[in-house]
């Protein structure tokens, strides 16, 4: 049985409905195989007039509006002539480019994409930092994310045609930020982390996945901003632990235990359960079995986990377990672990911590037992992740801290805190001792002959 095909009339002849449709009709490109892409996502079409033949990208994904764009471009040429035809379609091609701004595209992206609401924020205020200093566009002295300043500052970068940043662009901006830093080398390894960082996730809202939906209401200009530009290698991110986790515990229960006991918790989960900051923000009491002696990490009505893998439970110690179970014995009808006047937001707002307060002053408690870094709280992790991996090995310490990947936990975490030697040297400067040096090196000397 006949099927019909796009571009066909109800209940007509194919080869009928074809030859009614003249290439100044839409329905006419819309026949299988007259509309093609030729090494891009946009639909292009060929077509001959007055013996001169041409061929034409239409700057389209979406099928239905390459067909229009074809039947209009082919009809002015009749008409008018080819000089007419191909000087209206590079003005028409150059007018929907120069609507096509990075706004529009963090707008289509924002909704297309579906990513997390936090993941879509860092891939944005990357894009916006790296077009905002490759056009030297600065922010004001209160353009802190916030208020009136912030925003003339976004609107200025969103107002940027998608095609005034090439790859060239991108390439001489990623130099400039590395030889800004090339004199130290603390600051020469913080920028190439830095650029890796903003480049890795400004180029999710050109990902493959989502780059075609994008399309079809946004013209994307080629070759893309970050085509071609390579990543720095990354320094070593490996943890060298400077802290005293065991003296910090021990201090912590002194100093804060009874005074401060919100800030005490915070350290526990951190130091002791390996928690990241947002987990520990909106934690349940209900996650807490004490008869299993288990903390269950998991996505709630109130947070969602950073994936699928950071699912899990943390075995708790008697002496862990005693105090969170006193904690809970003092306000038994609390719904989180961390008691804050802040109601929880919605994950599909901005990241807002609903216990900042309490973390700022952990933060500046941990300052002042000498955690030098610029996230103490998460140093607080990466010992717990030591220490286990010391104490029972990378796997396990992978598991603890729930990584998706233990190359994760090998390459970042895990610092070595146990003391290895050889042992097969043991004793072997204590039995040369009494050896003379020239001996010792020499070896046993040889007899004369007589």
Request: proline share 4%; glycine share 6%; charged share 30%.
């Amino acid at each position: 049985m006949h099927q019909k095909t796009a571009g066909e009339l109800p209940g007509k002849d194919s080869a009928d409905s074809r030859a009614k449709f003249s290439k100044g009709d839409a329905r006419y490109w819309l026949v299988p195989g007259r509309l093609f892409k030729d090494e891009s996502a946009d639909y292009s079409c060929r077509f001959s007039v007055r013996g001169r033949r041409g061929q034409f990208c239409l700057a389209t994904s979406n099928q239905a509006t390459a067909a229009k764009r074809a039947s209009e471009l082919f009809t002015i040429i009749v008409t008018k002539g080819w000089d007419a035809g191909c000087a209206l379609y590079r003005t028409a091609d150059k007018k929907r480019n120069a609507q096509a701004t990075f706004g529009t595209l963090i707008a289509t992206a924002t909704k297309l994409s579906t990513a997390r609401r936090h993941s879509l924020d860092a891939y944005t205020k990357a894009l916006r930092c790296i077009v905002a200093e490759i056009k030297g566009i600065r922010a004001g002295e209160n353009a802190d994310g916030k208020g009136s300043a912030h925003a003339a500052w976004r609107e200025k970068v969103d107002a940027v045609p998608l095609a005034d940043i090439t790859p060239a662009d991108v390439m001489a901006w990623k130099n400039s930020r590395l030889r800004a830093a090339e004199s130290d080398p603390l600051a020469k390894r913080r920028a190439a982390v830095t650029v890796n960082s903003l480049m890795r996730n400004a180029k999710s809202l050109f990902g493959k996945k989502l780059l075609p939906f994008i399309e079809q209401s946004v013209t994307i200009p080629r070759p893309l901003p970050f085509d071609g530009v390579t990543f720095e290698k990354p320094p070593s991110m490996r943890y060298v632990s400077k802290v005293d986790a065991f003296g910090i515990l021990a201090v912590a229960r002194q100093e804060l235990a009874e005074k401060e006991p919100e800030a005490f918790k915070v350290l526990l989960l951190a130091l002791v359960c390996g928690l990241r900051r947002s987990e520990i923000d909106h934690l349940l009491w209900r996650s807490f079995d004490f008869g299993r002696k288990v903390l269950r990490v998991e996505s709630t009505e109130f947070k969602e986990l950073k994936s699928e893998d950071s699912a899990g439970e943390i075995d708790l110690d008697d002496d862990t377990l005693a105090i969170f179970r006193g904690f809970r014995a003092q306000n038994p009808k609390a719904a989180f672990v961390i008691e804050s006047p802040n109601k929880p937001r919605s994950e599909t707002k901005a990241r807002c911590y609903r216990c900042d307060a309490t973390f700022k002053r952990v933060l500046e408690w941990l300052r002042e037992q000498g955690v030098e870094s610029s996230k103490p709280l998460h140093t607080m992790r990466k010992e717990i992740g030591s220490i286990i991996a010391s104490e029972h090995g990378i796997f396990e310490a992978s598991r603890y801290l729930r990584h998706s990947d233990i190359r994760i936990t090998s390459a970042i975490y895990a610092d070595k805190k146990k003391t290895i030697t050889p042992k097969s040297f043991d004793g072997l400067l204590r039995g040369a001792a009494s050896v003379p040096i020239n001996q010792a090196k020499a070896g046993k000397p040889k007899k004369r002959k007589a």
